[in-house]
Nanobody
Framework: QVQLVESGGGLVQAGGSLRLSCAAS????????MSWYRQAPGKQRELVAA???????NYVDSVKGRFTISRDNAKNTVYLQMNSLKSEDTAVYYC???????????????WGQGTQVTVSS
């Protein structure tokens, strides 16, 4: 069984910063891509940032230059550093990881429970 546990959300003023963390635990053989998604009220869930095994990253245009995704493979953890936060960044942020639980098993996508980020203007 695999679990993803997020932390670091909260309430912050516009222009402030937050750092989200997501730690994967359980029967993990290997982790491929790790990502952060967000879902604002009344909107569809969107990909915010992703990082591959070679540390190649990509970001949605609205966060480029403000957010940085990184990972610590030894800790099975992915981070999202969010700077210059705006009210439109308010959403529930979800961690996602593509994980293999054995040498011959297929990759499976796992989700965290979500963490609320609220930016007050």
């Amino acid at each position: 069984q695999v679990q993803l546990v997020e932390s670091g959300g909260g309430l912050v003023q516009a222009g402030g910063s937050l750092r989200l963390s997501c730690a994967a635990s359980g029967s993990i053989f290997s982790i491929n891509a790790m990502s952060w998604y967000r879902q604002a009220p009344g909107k569809q869930r969107e990909l915010v940032a992703a990082i591959g095994t070679g540390d190649i990253t990509n970001y949605v245009d609205s966060v480029k230059g403000r957010f940085t995704i990184s990972r610590d493979n030894a800790k099975n953890t992915v981070y999202l550093q969010m700077n210059s936060l705006k009210s439109e960044d308010t959403a529930v942020y979800y961690c996602n990881a593509d994980i293999r639980t054995g040498g011959r098993t297929s990759l499976r996508s796992y989700w965290g429970q979500g963490t609320q980020v609220t930016v007050s203007s």
